[in-house]
């Protein structure tokens, strides 16, 4: 059984429960796109393993050490 995410909204949901702590609104901004952009990334990345994977662990298994490469 394969698990479906949604790159968008699990970038988001990240994004919402991991705040930046920077104290400069461009720290904060900076912070800010750097998780989305890379909880998009893995979302996307775990998308493409697991539509060729047969269960969800084998697709974990395959993203575990990904180099998103930002």
């Known amino acids: ?3 479906s995410i949604d790159p968008k909204e699990f970038a988001k949901l ?3 429960a991991n705040p ?3 104290e400069s609104a ?3 901004a900076k ?3 750097e998780l989305y952009l890379s909880a998009y990334k893995l979302a996307e990345k775990y998308e ?3 539509n060729s994977a047969q269960e969800t662990s084998e697709a974990f298994k ?3 050490d ?3 490469n930002l």
């Open 62 to 64: 395959n993203i575990r």
């Open 26 to 28: 461009e720290g904060k």
């Open 66 to 68: 990904i180099d998103l």
């Open 20 to 22: 930046s702590t920077s």
């Open 14 to 16: 990240t994004l919402l």
């Open 48 to 50: 493409r393993f697991s």
């Open 1 to 3: 059984m394969t698990l």
């Open 31 to 33: 912070d800010s796109l």
